[in-house]
Nanobody, 123 residues
Framework: QVQLVESGGGLVQAGGSLRLSCTAS????????MGWLRQAPGKEREFVAS????????YYADSVKGRFTVSRDNGKNAVYLQMNSLKPEDTAVYYC??????WGIGAGDFNYWGQGTQVTVSS
């Protein structure tokens, strides 16, 4: 089992920045990919970004490319999402997720989920 705890959400004006953090605990030696997904009210959960835990490699949704950056600190078992140039359409609950089975680029690829942190971008 892998446990994930997110932090860093909040309210920000359009054009602003936020940094989300996620710390993993438990069977972290089995991690393959860490990622971020989000779910806005009335919408399905959608993929945002992911990072390979063992080798180099990141993947982003087209909607956040050039604005969001995912990074990791293996020593701290942590993954981060730096969000710049935020837009009102980025408003959602953001979930940290982990895959122990392979590369994760979609909601169905992840095995473990955090509780989520709210990000609200005002216009």
């Amino acid at each position: 089992q892998v446990q994930l705890v997110e932090s860093g959400g909040g309210l920000v004006q359009a054009g602003g920045s936020l940094r989300l953090s996620c710390t993993a605990s438990g069977r972290t030696l089995n991690l393959y990919t860490m990622g971020w997904l989000r779910q806005a009210p009335g919408k399905e959960r959608e993929f945002v970004a992911s990072i390979n835990w063992r080798e180099s490699g990141t993947y982003y949704a087209d909607s956040v490319k050039g604005r969001f950056t995912v990074s990791r600190d293996n020593g701290k078992n942590a993954v981060y999402l730096q969000m710049n140039s935020l837009k009102p359409e980025d408003t959602a609950v953001y979930y940290c997720a982990a895959s122990v089975t392979g590369w994760g680029i979609g909601a169905g690829d992840f095995n473990y989920w955090g509780q989520g942190t709210q990000v609200t971008v005002s216009s």
